[in-house]
T-cell receptor, first 111, second 117 residues
Framework: SQQGEEDPQALSIQEGENATMNCSYKTSINNLQWYRQNSGRGLVHLILIRSNEREKHSGRLRVTLDTSKKSSSLLITASRAADTASYFCATDHSGNTPLVFGKGTRLSVIA | GAVVSQHPSRVICKSGTSVKIECRSLDFQATTMFWYRQFPKQSLMLMATSNEGSKATYEQGVEKDKFLINHASLTLSTLTVTSAHPEDSSFYIC?????????????FGPGTRLTVL
């Protein structure tokens, strides 16, 4: 079953703006990961943040994790039209357990 | 990085036929693989865990006799959708953790889009 919610469900912004997506989960986790999925395609791994980490950066991506609130956020700065995709958070209890995905946010970046 | 492949990438079949989907870890051994299903505009839902050398474990609501899983070797798991019906049309994705690397990253296959007519 899906563990959590993501909000917003859909987000439409202008190119150059920042996009923030949030994810909440229900149980304790080992890691939280963010993935991107272009329409009809497979998943692209973006970033992994461990439960003992609070913030992580990768290029234009910034991920935060608040385990006390059981929530995470993904910030994409200076968005581009190519960032248009669905973004999912996923949590696990250990490296060998399946991932539990959020419902996802559909991001549209308008050029 | 580790690579997981799936075959076929796309399949169209008639209602009542069976379809086999392969998931291979190309440069690492995977004692465990996971099968997910994604309906249009929805998220990924875990269907089953494939275990090399033992029976697969299925999530609640997933019929094990309809979705046959065989983990034939340390690099191959197959999912067979038996007597497929239009409601089985979906995007099927497998993943495998590479425990040998000591990381927590799971590697996803590119997915198989099944359309049942």
């Amino acid at each position: 079953s899906q563990q959590g919610e993501e909000d917003p469900q859909a987000l439409s912004i202008q190119e150059g703006e920042n996009a923030t997506m949030n994810c909440s989960y229900k149980t304790s986790i080992n890691n939280l990961q963010w993935y991107r999925q272009n329409s009809g395609r497979g998943l692209v791994h973006l970033i992994l943040i461990r439960s003992n980490e609070r913030e992580k950066h990768s290029g234009r991506l910034r991920v935060t994790l608040d385990t006390s609130k059981k929530s995470s956020s993904l910030l994409i700065t200076a968005s581009r039209a190519a960032d248009t995709a669905s973004y999912f958070c996923a949590t696990d209890h250990s490296g060998n357990t399946p991932l539990v995905f959020g419902k996802g946010t559909r991001l549209s970046v308008i050029a | 990085g580790a690579v997981v492949s799936q075959h076929p990438s796309r399949v169209i079949c008639k209602s009542g036929t069976s379809v086999k989907i392969e998931c291979r870890s190309l440069d690492f051994q995977a004692t465990t693989m996971f099968w997910y299903r994604q309906f249009p505009k929805q998220s990924l839902m875990l269907m089953a865990t494939s275990n090399e050398g033992s029976k697969a474990t299925y999530e609640q609501g997933v019929e094990k006799d309809k979705f046959l899983i065989n983990h034939a070797s340390l690099t191959l798991s197959t999912l067979t959708v038996t007597s497929a019906h239009p409601e089985d049309s979906s995007f099927y994705i497998c993943s495998a953790p590479d425990s040998g690397r000591g990381t927590d990253t799971q590697y996803f296959g590119p997915g198989t889009r099944l359309t049942v007519l």
